[in-house]
């Protein structure tokens, strides 16, 4: 048993997508989350418009925290039962002996402590700049972390560095567009405040999609190497065709804001489009993240005889 444990260091391949993804999408898309609105409430929101962000933002902050927290034994548990071949109900007694002697047992170990932490810092009173800082650099290094039980690990260190860079862009771009929708609906927040946010929102963006590309190609390459039948033919190309389908609509959208509603943004009507746009931007982000999991567990094309 241990020998099939150890062929499957990534996650344990066997198991259906779905029950991998009913766990793995609410607990990276909220870790994702946590990290990016931590980001926007440290380095987004400015200090003189308001002493912090807004109680809606730290609301959702403190209960995705809590949501990764629950959900991390039952990934270790899922992760156990894919890799000996087991029920999900056999799957405890063997947890042990998987966060012994597996590198995702290890990883598993390494970021207890760290989502412990995460669901400390975000449910301690404060709303500091400096608290919203330590959040994120929980979240980044448990972004880090998860990269090594990837299969970016097969393709060396680039790889895992590019994954990271990756999943990191995706959080910062979707917790942007989550706390701009926050912060939009403050009766409180003046124009021109207002306005700095949604610019330094679209700046990020920018960054962020430029990351999400030039790293998403290289794993894309990792995994389907030059091959076309690979992106065709295979379960993994053909969830990355739909996943780089929905980026491209996403992207779209974004252009469409950043171009067309932002110069307009001291009218009224263009706000409201602006806002309106941005959550139809997250339901899209949501969309990708769930197609992201879904490639997560897939065998690369190079692995397929």
Known sequence: MMGAMGEMTHGGMSDPFTTRTLCEWPM????????????????????????????????????????????APLQLLIGVASMAGTAFAQALPLAPEVLRQTRFGNVWLASAPLLLALAAAAWTSGHSRWHASLIALIGAV??????????????????IVLYF???AGAGLWCGALLGLSFVAGRGDMELPAANLIVRRVSRLAGW?????????????????????????????GRTLIAKVAIFGILVALGGYNRYRL?????????????I????????????????????????????LK
């Open 28 to 71: 990276l898309t909220a870790l994702l989350l946590v990290f990016g609105l931590a980001t926007f409430a440290s380095a987004i929101v400015p200090s003189q418009s308001s002493p912090s962000a807004p109680s809606k933002l730290w609301n959702a902050v403190r209960g995705l925290a809590l949501a990764v927290l629950i959900l």
């Open 142 to 159: 448990l972004l880090a972390l998860r990269a090594l039980a990837t299969h970016a690990i097969d393709f060396g260190t680039p790889a």
């Open 165 to 167: 860079i990756h999943e």
């Open 208 to 236: 962020c999609v430029a990351a999400l590309v030039a790293s998403g190609v290289y794993i894309a390459y990792c995994a389907l190497g030059l091959n076309l039948d690979h992106l065709l033919y295979s379960a993994y």
């Open 262 to 274: 932002l110069p307009r943004f001291s009218v009224a009507s263009a706000r409201s489009e602006l």
């Open 276 to 303: 309106r746009s941005v959550r139809i931007e997250c339901l899209l982000m949501m969309a990708v993240l769930a197609l992201a999991v879904l490639l997560a567990n897939t065998p690369p094309a190079h692995d």
